[in-house]
């Protein structure tokens, strides 16, 4: 019986550049669009591969890429290249990071978020399937400027590749360009990376050379035109993060609204590449959901919104609210003008009105917070409804302390609860009461004074005001 084909497959992210021109202190590939940083992209993309191992190649703020890299993919080897020699001295530093002895090595950029998955995976099954010594992933562009140029030969067949300042001729009008991406088989790979020379205009070891040296050696070569030029283009400027930050949006708005979601305005709707909807949410105009926020079915949410790492239940309503690491219950209502805090989950067919803050607060189902209030640290009961303008005073100066409500108590408007503070299950409380300790379950609890009439104030001390008159009017 033959020896099963395994796919073997090693990726070599490069990520040691300086990245200038972003005029950042933060190092280029950890700049973010979609929820992720650029280099957070390619290595998610890179999986789709399906690779045995990732290294990542890291030099200029070695650290802090180096940190980054690790948070989020922990299994990506790294490799440090302590001088920016080129990507073929780049690509010769990483493979000495781990073990390669054959199947396919693919080299890709830290800067270009927008390569999909399936496209390195497709390039790399053709790479493998047309047994090619070495592969490229090129692109047909408008302005060729600054790439390396495909040369191919009458008959189409690929030559090599002519970086742009060593064009010759008309070879600079060439507009089929290098995307950067590369796969190699890496016996061929690591025989040749050490015969690679740096006579050239910028005194690199360029990767790309290995194409004309394979060919000269009468293995098979050839280019992979990618017909989306977008998903090979990097990034070098604040100006293309935007431009490609809006692209990706639009690839993921264009994503959800094939899965059933309804997005009014998608113009002025952002979605990070990490969140998660169920078919039949609807987005109105204004929405922005990020991290791991997740939406189930028959959601609404907008009007402007922000709601990060926030999970809202089937059928909730969401308007004009701001919320992070929230959880929104079935049914539930919340906003307009809404603030969930950290900590706060909301009950099915619960609400949180308008002018509501809330921090560490579990609402159970069914109750209500629904008029300007402020509700930190709390455990609220079933059914319970919190009264208009109530401040849950959990903060002692030095302490945060907590409170409960029972189910089915209804407390009255303006209220202070100054925490620790148990309100009992069916308990009341009347209006402006400044609640303290316990209230047993059933009492009602009040503090206001009792109010007093003082007769005809107005004419006696407010004689000759609009006041008055009104007063001496109504006699
Ligand atoms: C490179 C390609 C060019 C291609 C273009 C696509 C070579 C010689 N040229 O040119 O054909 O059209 O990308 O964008 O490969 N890097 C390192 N270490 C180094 C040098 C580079 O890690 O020593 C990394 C950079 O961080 C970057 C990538 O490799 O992510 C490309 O380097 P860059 O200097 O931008 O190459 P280009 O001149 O743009
Ligand atoms: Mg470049």
């Not at 690790?70 to 001295?89: F, I, K, M, R, Y």
């Not at 998903?231 to 690839?251: C, F, K, P, S, W």
């Not at 609400?351 to 069914?366: C, H, P, R, S």
């Amino acid at each position: 019986m033959p020896e099963p084909v395994l796919h073997d497959l090693t990726v070599v992210v490069l990520a040691a550049g300086a990245g200038t021109r972003m005029k950042s202190r933060r190092p280029k590939v950890l700049h973010e669009i979609g929820g992720r940083s650029l280099i957070g992209h390619v290595l998610a993309a890179v999986e789709v591969a399906g690779p045995r191992q990732v290294v990542t190649v890291v030099g200029h703020e070695r650290e802090q890429v180096a940190a980054h890299v690790t948070a989020v993919a922990p299994h990506a080897v790294l490799a440090v290249q302590e001088q920016q020699l080129g990507t073929g001295h780049a690509v010769h530093v990483g493979l000495g990071a781990v073990s390669v002895e054959r199947g396919t090595v693919l080299v890709a950029y830290g800067d270009t978020p927008l390569l999909t998955g399936e496209s390195l995976r497709d390039f790399v099954a053709e790479h493998e399937a047309a047994q090619r010594a070495v592969s490229v992933l090129s692109g047909v562009v408008e302005n060729p400027f600054g790439y390396g140029r495909i040369l191919r030969d009458e008959d189409g067949e690929v030559l090599g590749i002519r970086e742009q300042k060593d064009t010759l001729g008309d070879e600079a009008d060439i507009r089929e360009i290098n995307s950067g991406i590369m796969a190699f088989e890496a016996g061929f790979l690591l025989d040749a990376l050490p015969r690679l020379g740096n006579d050239n205009h910028k005194g690199e070891y360029y990767l790309t050379d290995l194409l004309g040296m394979a060919r000269d050696a009468g293995l098979m070569v050839g280019a992979h035109v990618l017909d989306d030029v977008d998903q090979t283009e990097g990034i070098n400027d604040r100006v293309q993060l935007a431009q490609r930050a809006r692209l990706l949006n639009d690839r993921i708005l264009d994503h959800w609204m094939r899965e059933g979601v309804t997005i009014v305005d998608p113009r002025n709707t952002w979605i990070d590449a990490t969140v998660e909807l169920a078919c039949d949410v609807t987005l109105m105009p204004g929405v922005q959901l990020l991290g791991a926020t997740r939406v189930a079915s028959d959601a609404l949410i907008g009007p402007d919104c922000t709601l990060k790492d926030t999970e809202v239940a089937a059928g909730a309503t969401v308007v004009r609210t701001h919320a992070e690491l929230a959880v929104i219950g079935a049914d539930a209502q919340v906003g307009p003008f809404s603030y969930l805090r950290p900590g706060t989950q909301l009950g099915a067919g619960g609400k949180i009105g308008g002018f509501v803050e809330t921090k560490n607060a579990q609402i159970a189902d069914g109750a209500k917070v629904p008029h300007l209030s402020y509700v930190g640290d709390a455990e609220i009961g079933e059914g319970a409804n919190i009264g208009a303008g109530t401040i849950f005073a959990n903060y002692d100066g030095v302490a945060k302390h907590r409170s409960r409500v029972g189910r089915h108590a209804k407390t009255g408007s303006n209220n202070t609860f100054v925490a620790p503070v148990d309100i009992g299950d069916g308990a009341s409380t009347g209006g402006g009461t400044v609640v303290r300790g316990q209230v047993p379950p059933g009492a009602l609890a009040v503090s206001a004074g009792r109010m007093r009439i003082i007769e005809g104030w107005a004419l006696a001390k407010r004689d000759g005001t609009p006041q008055a008159d009104a007063a001496r009017d109504a006699e």
